[in-house]
């Protein structure tokens, strides 16, 4: 198997820990993304799941285009592939990203309040910018996750209704219609209720508000699940297209999934330096540690992770053992007392580690070295 071999490599050259990011599988579930959403919605690729150089390269001809959430990123994305349709979102946009995205040629503005759109305004005064108006809504059930979490993206009715003189008062802001992100993390069906949810209260809004719009933009933000606990359990993408196509909504629709396709892609290997027992609990040390990869210590999960050993066997079952890093610190914890029999030496490799890793992790804390990164990419492309 190519994880396990490349994973033995990568410990006899001394590179571990490393990075190992599959562009191949990416590239095909991308494509598969977009087929089930073909006809139905645009697909952005929200570029703060992974900002990798290579990640964002070979995603770029299998989505339409990227969502940033910073001038850095913007400024990133616009070096790797400055044609690249790109809209720009996040709430606190200083007055230098408004200006970095009016001189970069954004595609789409996502406006996040009426003191950034007056900002805006002024700014934009000699260009003119398509916007979305980012509205908050109160989710459709308080059975969804984070239902009863008030935040502080978008606008209310309240704020949007604040909107709408300024525009009127800014003729070179064009506004084409609303962005919506509700979700951080959910299934399929979740997300097909939402986007029923979004459309009636957009198209309803938008007739009411800015009916000279005709056929307007409506994106459904991001948000769809990867279950960490059911790590082959993929995003059922054909039910969610279909159910979305079924809403034959009059409006040009639009997602930005991020850690949806490349959490999948990305591997976090390292080796086990030590294994110990204290007070009756087994613990497993590792090289490196959650400096490297935050994302148990973040979301308060284990990690799954595939157990490579040092011949290429994999582990059997064996007593509970905690695996962590070589931080000195409690909370440096990637998976608890997984039952799972380890020696120093064994190879481990972290799955679903393509999206919110390294990126979100806290690299200089004691100043380990840091992980190689390594691509698995047939098409090669540079
Ligand atoms: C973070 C974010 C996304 C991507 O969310 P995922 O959970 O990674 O799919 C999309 N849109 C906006 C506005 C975001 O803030």
Redesign the pocket.
């Known amino acids: 198997m190519l994880l396990q071999a490349k994973a033995l490599r990568l410990a006899a050259a001394g590179a571990l820990p490393a990075y190992l990011y599959d562009l191949d599988g990416l590239r095909r579930h991308a494509g598969t993304v977009r087929r089930a959403m073909d006809g139905t919605a645009q697909v952005l690729y929200?570029v703060?799941?992974n900002p990798d150089e290579r990640i964002l390269r070979a995603l770029s001809r299998h989505v339409d285009g990227f969502?940033v959430?910073s001038g850095g990123e913007l400024a990133h994305l616009r070096r790797i592939l400055p044609h690249a349709w790109t809209a720009f979102?996040g709430p606190g946009k200083t007055d230098a990203e408004l200006a970095l995205a009016l001189e970069l040629g954004v595609a789409r503005l996502h406006v996040e309040s009426p003191g950034e759109l007056t900002r805006l305004a002024r700014i934009a005064a000699a260009r003119p910018v398509d916007i979305l108006l980012r509205a908050n809504l109160r989710p459709p059930s308080s059975g969804e996750a984070g239902a009863d979490i008030v935040t502080p993206f978008g606008m209310d009715e309240h704020a949007l209704a604040a909107c709408l003189p300024i525009l009127r008062a800014a003729p070179r802001i064009r506004p084409r219609g609303v962005h919506v992100?509700l979700s951080?993390?959910s299934p399929a069906p979740a997300m097909a209720g939402l986007a029923a949810h979004v459309t009636t209260w957009a198209l309803s809004w938008l007739d009411r508000h800015l009916p000279e719009l005709g056929r307007p933009e409506i994106d459904l933000?991001?948000?769809?699940l990867v279950d960490y606990a059911r790590p082959d359990h993929l995003f059922d993408w054909p039910a969610y297209g279909a159910a979305v196509a079924g809403l034959r909504v009059p409006a040009l629709l639009r997602i930005?999934?991020?850690?949806?396709l490349t959490a999948y892609h990305g591997w976090y290997i390292t080796d086990v330096l030590d294994v110990k027992t204290n007070h009756g609990r087994r613990f497993a040390v590792l090289r490196g540690g959650t400096q490297h990869l935050r994302t148990p210590v973040a979301r308060g999960h284990d990690q799954p992770f595939t157990v490579i050993g040092r011949t290429g066997g994999a582990a059997g079952p064996g007593e509970p053992v905690t695996l962590v890093g070589q931080l000195c610190t409690p909370r440096d914890v990637f998976a608890r007392d997984v039952p799972v029999s380890l020696s120093p030496g064994d190879l481990i490799a972290f799955r679903l580690a393509g999206?919110y890793a390294w990126n979100l992790s806290h690299h200089e804390f004691l100043m380990h070295p840091e992980p190689t990164f390594h691509y698995l990419d047939r098409e090669g492309v540079p």
């Open positions: 929200a703060k799941a969502e959430a979102s992100h951080w993390g933000g991001g948000g769809m930005e999934p991020g850690r949806a999206a």
